[in-house]
């Protein structure tokens, strides 16, 4: 009996941490670090920006032993910093193991089937997407996919990038993006990184330019249960296990 209340909790947590959904909204250019492939920045923000990058992937990666990288096209600038993710699945390898990042390229909501893709970057100056698409996007952040924005404007909230962004997440979840949890798995997937600390110091994740938090949304997927109700499961689960146990002395 012990042994299947056991088997029972561990079966509901990791049912719950596989079904969230991850949305993060950066201000601090990283694409534009990528793009550079560190030379036109110095050895800290280039370090910095792939460190975070690896972080991302393993983050999204959930467990696997490869994740598959794509870039979302939309109505704005989306290839502004041409090069960029081609970048981050080299640096990334060259970090971790060759062959674990792979790229499906650019990607168009609309046309291409997501299911193989693990995490997605949108970044630029300008933006818009078309409601199909953001339908789309919606159902597969659902099934776990996880989606990095990156504002090259560099200006949070003040921009036509940023509150467009924010306002179709808030659309399609109902809530609105806030500063990142400091203990977030993101800052520990493969490098400890000081969530606190969105600085250029060695343990923070910033750039010399720019040295924003970042920001994010994590929502329950609508197939599964509020966390509230696993754990009202669980103990229901020991309640029932210590009564039938109780009936046997």
Known sequence: MKQMILFMIMLALSFVDAETTSIFLSHNDYSCVWEDGGGGYNADSAERGYRLATNILKYGARGKTTVTVGQVIHGGDWDCDPGSLTNIVNGVNSRTTTGF???????????????????????????????????????????????????????????????????????????????????????????????????????????????YPLRALEVIAPNAPEPSSVICLMLGIVALGLGFKKRLA
């Open 101 to 211: 990042a792979q790229s499906s390229g650019a990607i168009n909501l609309e046309t291409t089937t997501l299911a193989s893709i693990d995490v997605l970057f949108l970044w630029g100056h300008s933006f818009s997407l078309s409601s199909a698409a953001i339908t789309k996007l919606r159902y597969y952040l659902d099934q776990g996919t996880v989606l990095f924005i990156d504002d090259c404007n560099a200006t949070p909230d003040t921009n036509g990038f940023s509150p467009s962004v924010s306002s179709m997440i808030a659309s399609m979840y109902g809530q609105s993006m806030t500063n990142i949890r400091t203990n977030h798995p993101i800052f520990s997937s493969f490098y400890p990184i000081d969530g606190t600390n969105s600085g250029i110091t060695g343990s923070g994740y910033g750039n010399q330019n720019f040295q």
